[in-house]
């Protein structure tokens, strides 16, 4: 549903966005605006309805939501004739509270269809979101790192819709450890990227991501682009990487664009990836290779240092997420310092 075409207000636009992201610090309209009839119609269809939106968030975060909503109403009522919250959303609350509630941790384990927008003016008609159907509030280790959408993703995928949109464009995109297939999915539909090939190299992951491509398949976010192709891709399996040059050799696939994120989290796995970004680097000479990674340890530093040692040149790249109506969309946390670097040689 494309909530601008109510002609509500930006700050209504970015809740909207927020909200279907299923984020937890949402940035809540003043109780001036939404004590307006118009724009609790405007809530319940587009935030509530779900003969109107059938991505809704879950329940209990419906929930929590709609009583901030409600409250601030209660409290910017003026005129106790005229100024009332609506009754849709007042039969929307009651029934939300006769739902069973499971217990938070188990709910923490299910499957929801988060809707992340791109960070596009708040105005602009049409804008399409990414679908990602994952668990986004799971405790995630092991293998089931690559089950959620990450926060250096979520940076990277700022980075590339507003600062450097042409790095993609008409460009082939290999994507290492896709995960849950955001970036990927970014690139092939909005960033018109000429092909993406999603790999990871586990296969259940693999398996997610492949169900993410067809979500968006079958609600028509890509805009008819060609959906990311997926692949198992593990950095030691030297055969499979031969395969996988041998077969874009033959087929003319040149790989403009190379991205990962939060791909450098463990020890082990840095020299394989250093060593899989030179073999592609001596394959496709012109194309661009950007690694985002939160920092949240000394593992960085090392993929770095090992980058260095087979002679890349690491350079960081600024990235600053803006405050306020301008921050409008892909939204994440940097309270974790997140960077965002390329590597040439």
């Known amino acids: 549903m494309d909530i601008t075409k109510a002609g509500t207000e930006p700050v209504m636009v970015k809740f909207y966005r927020q909200y279907m992201q299923v984020i937890n610090d949402v940035n809540y309209p003043p109780g001036s605006l939404l004590v307006n009839q118009d724009v609790q119609d405007c809530l319940f269809k587009y935030f509530f309805d779900v003969k109107q939106n059938k991505f809704l968030p879950p329940v209990r975060y419906q929930a929590r939501i709609l009583k901030h909503i409600i409250q601030e109403i209660e409290r910017s009522c003026k005129d106790p004739e005229e100024d009332q919250v609506s009754d849709q959303l007042m039969e929307h609350m009651a029934y939300l509270t006769t ?26 008609h049409g804008v399409r979101p990414v679908l990602i ?70 296969g259940h992951v693999c398996e997610s991501l492949q169900n993410n491509v067809d979500l968006n398949v079958e609600n028509g976010t890509l805009d008819d682009h060609t959906p990311p192709e997926v692949r198992q891709l593990d950095w030691t399996d030297g055969l499979e990487i031969d395969r996988l040059l041998r077969e874009a050799n033959q087929s003319g696939v040149r790989y403009g664009l190379i991205v990962g994120a939060d791909i450098t989290y463990h020890p082990d796995i840095l020299r394989p990836l250093a060593e899989l970004l030179k073999t592609l680097k001596d394959a496709f000479p012109e194309t661009k290779i950007l690694i985002s990674a939160t920092i949240r340890s000394d593992t960085f530093a090392n993929f770095v240092k090992i980058c260095k040692e087979l002679d890349f040149i690491v350079s960081e790249l600024p990235c600053i997420i803006p405050d306020g109506l301008r921050n409008c969309g892909f939204f994440h946390s940097v309270a974790t310092e997140i960077k965002i670097v390329s590597l040439e040689r």
Do not use: M
């Not at 539909?189 to 000429?194: C, D, F, K, P, R």
């Open 99 to 124: 739902i069973p509630q499971q217990d938070e941790s188990d709910e923490a384990q299910e499957l929801h269809v988060h809707s992340y927008f791109p960070p596009l003016p708040l105005d602009r």
């Open 133 to 202: 159907k994952e668990a986004r509030n799971l405790l995630s280790r092991g293998n089931n790192v690559g089950l959620r959408t990450w926060e250096a993703a979520l940076h990277l995928a700022w980075y590339l819709t507003v600062e450097r949109p042409d790095l993609v464009r008409r460009q082939g995109v290999l994507e290492l450890g896709a995960g849950t297939g955001l970036l990927s999915l970014l690139c092939a539909g909005h960033l018109e990227a000429s092909g993406v090939l999603a790999t990871d190299g586990l």
